[in-house]
């Protein structure tokens, strides 16, 4: 749907709001599943959302054909009015921040970096640990700023399995399902066997579940599927966080997912910015990490992910650390915010 559509088009509501995100096979789908756990929680209070995104992020994520969307470029050239409009990409600078919000009544900015300025009334950053100090000065005096794990944005699908992972997660019992989720982009074939060769070598005799993002490329990693190995696109992942007992994952904003769901996980890191929020989580006990990926120890991460089945001690402990990270309510408490400033 077009600006045009979209300013003719009735509307029941009494609030708009536009959320500018960035979403393709590359970067992977962080930005866009945080937006969308915004979205579904502003229009349970009465708004009417609006994704400014490309035709490529609609078919690289299913989900967000939930909302209207509108051409970034038709954005740009209309600059329609609105009560709210969110921006979360680090291809933006303060400038674009400004200029896109001209008509708008107040700006929301997701940050996770912390390294240049912004042009917003609101700005969230769900980092674990962040103190909002390190934004004084990065945005307006009158800005309004929200940051650390109490802000974390969820999908319905994880709040809603938060006690059912409590009550699971409390049985001990030996590991039987481990789940490998290296992020929603584009998947990296070779790094993938050689997690699954680690995963042999340690003789682990439970079922595998791959994720393979939201890219339907599945075909090649036929060879890693057998009767104990699944992979999955565009999978369940309220369910499959569930139903297994340990992971490996990368340590982007699907940590918060598996934290939410008291998920045990080696982290490995996938670019620099993940690198803040695996140290962050380690330092906390919640999670293990191996490192990053361009320098990947192969003997490190065995020794990780060897604690992590075969110590039940040691996993006990992480799960319960893991859920004191997020309690799924971050997103309603911003949403909270949100629609007390008007």
């Known amino acids: 749907m077009g600006i045009q559509e979209t300013i003719g088009k009735k ?6 709001a536009y959320l500018y995100f960035d979403a393709n096979k590359f970067i992977g789908a962080g930005h866009a599943v945080r937006c969308f756990a915004l979205a579904m929680a502003l229009a349970k209070t009465g708004w009417n959302c609006f994704f400014v995104i490309s035709k490529e992020a609609i078919k690289f994520i299913n989900e967000l054909s939930q909302f209207d969307r509108v051409d970034p470029i038709d954005f740009y050239r209309l600059q329609p009015q609105c009560d709210l409009l969110v921006i979360d990409s680090y291809h933006l600078d ?3 921040e400004k200029y896109l919000g001209e008509k708008a009544k107040k700006v929301l900015v997701i940050d996770d ?6 042009k917003c009334e609101i700005l969230v950053d769900q980092t674990f640990s962040r103190d909002s100090e390190v934004y004084q000065h990065l945005v307006p005096k009158n800005c309004n700023i929200f940051t650390g794990n109490k802000y974390i944005m969820l999908r319905d699908g994880f709040i809603n399995l938060r006690q059912q992972a ?10 039987k ?4 989720s290296l992020g929603g982009g584009k998947q990296d074939v070779s790094f993938i066997e050689i997690l699954m060769d680690a995963v042999k070598k340690l003789q682990f005799a439970g079922n ?7 890219w339907p490329d599945e075909q090649k990693y036929e060879f890693l599927i057998n009767k104990k190995v699944k992979c999955h696109v565009n999978a369940n992942m309220p369910l499959l966080t569930l139903n297994s007992d340990v992971a490996i994952g990368a340590s982007g904003s699907s940590m918060w997912e598996r934290c939410c769901l008291g998920l045990p996980t080696v982290m490995i890191s996938l670019s620099e ?9 380690e330092n906390f006990g ?10 990947f120890n192969v003997d490190k991460f065995i020794s990780l992910l060897d604690l992590l089945i075969y110590d039940t001690n040691k996993r006990m402990q992480i799960q319960q650390k893991a859920f004191e990270v997020c309690d799924g309510a971050g997103v309603n408490r911003i949403v909270g915010a949100i629609n007390a400033s008007y």
């Open 166 to 175: 409590v009550v699971q997660r409390s049985k001990v019992g030996t590991v």
């Open 94 to 96: 303060y400038y674009a």
């Open 177 to 180: 399902t481990l789940l490998i």
């Open 286 to 295: 919640a999670a293990l990490y191996a490192g990053d990926r361009e320098n």
């Open 208 to 214: 595998v579940d791959i994720v393979l993002g939201f």
């Open 11 to 16: 509307i029941i509501v009494s609030k708009i």
């Open 273 to 281: 910015d993940q690198r803040t929020i695996a140290h962050n989580l």
């Open 113 to 118: 970096l912390a390294n240049r300025p912004h």
